[in-house]
């Protein structure tokens, strides 16, 4: 099972960027993918999750209208495209399998994580 997280970098605040998570090792359509953070000194929060049948999407009040996730059922890759980035964004982005939940508990694989870094 593999799950590779990429397209974290340093973006100055009022940026974009988009994060892809490449699934592989399971089957696709029996999990459903979630994006994480973790900021220095703070706990795992869960961002933004999507439903693998209906495609339903979950966000964090941290992010609701800044982020959108979406999924390439046919390439197995879930993405994350985020605006209006701020320096609090700033952490390690995890995409993770399992549950359809914002909570790291409910998760089952978790992928290597990639680092956004937002400047004020």
């Known amino acids: 099972v593999q799950l590779q997280a990429s397209g974290g970098g340093l973006v100055q605040a009022g940026g974009s960027l988009r994060l892809s998570c490449a699934a592989s090792?399971?089957?696709?359509?029996?999990?459903?993918i979630a994006w994480f953070r973790q900021a220095p000194g703070k706990e795992r929060e869960g961002v933004s999750c999507?439903?693998?049948?209906?495609?339903?999407?979950y966000y964090a009040d941290s992010v609701r209208g800044r982020a959108t996730i979406s999924s390439d059922n046919a390439e197995s890759t879930v993405y994350l495209q985020m605006t209006s980035l701020k320096p609090e964004d700033t952490a390690v982005y995890y995409c993770?399998?399992?549950?359809?939940?914002?909570?790291?508990?409910?998760?089952?694989?978790w992928g290597k994580g990639t680092q956004v870094t937002v400047s004020s």
């Open positions: 999507i439903g693998s049948t209906d495609g339903m999407t």
């Open positions: 090792g399971f089957t696709f359509k029996n999990y459903h």
């Open positions: 993770a399998a399992g549950r359809l939940s914002l909570d790291p508990r409910h998760m089952e694989y």
